[in-house]
């Protein structure tokens, strides 16, 4: 089945750096990547998402870039905000389901 | 706007007990699903359903049961709780598109 890994598990950031999240996929036949945002106490949301026909994304200072032929995809955040702490999730879509990665702790300092 | 709600957002039972979550959507979506979430392991599936009266085993069933028997609504049961089934309870809805709208979760405390 399929097997997503993420890293790293916590991220320290200062405010207006920016923060990279990698993921790693093991099933060739995942056609879709999303990236969730998790706040603390609150439910997961969608904030940006990739099909496997393309290769970069970018929503103002987000951005994801997949590589198939690695099998891995990235979350790119830009200029860093306090309010952009928060937990995110990659995952990986085959056959309905979303597979999960383990999660990233994002912690930026004002 | 996309409403899915949970029955119960903090919970506590005993160990044995049997136990119902519930989950509705508003949106006339198809596909539903239970994740449970713990702390490094992410969002893992427990169960998800296509349609009415149909599901499918997630990742991890072990414990778990579910039931559909109306299109809004999916329920988890916990046949017998045990306390490594303490968890946060997430549910989630999508319609033929791929993005997955996410219930407020349930907090469930087995002592």
């Known amino acids: 089945g399929e097997n997503v890994e993420q890293h790293p598990s916590t991220l320290s950031v200062q405010e207006g750096d920016s923060a990279v999240i990698k993921c790693t996929y093991s099933?060739?036949?995942?056609?879709?990547f999303p990236w969730y945002k998790q706040e603390l106490g609150k439910r997961p949301q969608l904030i940006i998402d990739?099909?496997?026909?393309?290769g970069e994304k970018k929503d103002q200072r987000i951005a994801v870039t997949l590589n198939k032929t690695a099998k891995h995809f990235s979350l790119h955040i830009t200029e860093t905000q306090p309010e952009d702490s928060a937990v995110y999730f990659c995952?990986?879509?085959?056959?309905?389901?979303?597979?999960f990665g383990q999660g990233t702790e994002l912690s930026v300092k004002p | 706007d996309v409403k899915v709600t949970q029955s119960s957002r903090y919970l506590v039972k005993r160990t044995g007990e049997k136990v119902f979550l519930e989950c509705v959507q508003d949106?006339?979506?198809?596909?539903m699903f239970w994740y449970r979430q713990d702390p490094g392991l992410g969002l893992r599936l427990i169960y998800f359903?296509?349609?009415?009266?149909?599901?499918e085993k997630g990742d991890i069933p072990e414990g778990y049961s579910v039931s559909r028997e109306k299109k809004e609504r999916f329920s988890l049961i916990l046949e017998s709780a045990s306390t490594n089934q303490t968890s946060m309870y997430l549910c989630?809805?999508?319609?033929?598109?791929?993005?997955?709208?996410f219930g407020p979760g349930t907090r469930l405390t087995v002592t």
């Open positions: 949106m006339d979506h198809e596909n």
């Open positions: 989630a809805s999508t319609h033929k598109v791929y993005e997955q709208y």
């Open positions: 995952a990986a879509r085959k056959r309905g389901k979303l597979i």
């Open positions: 359903s296509y349609d009415v009266k149909m599901k």
């Open positions: 099933d060739s036949a995942s056609n879709y």
């Open positions: 990739i099909r496997s026909n393309v």
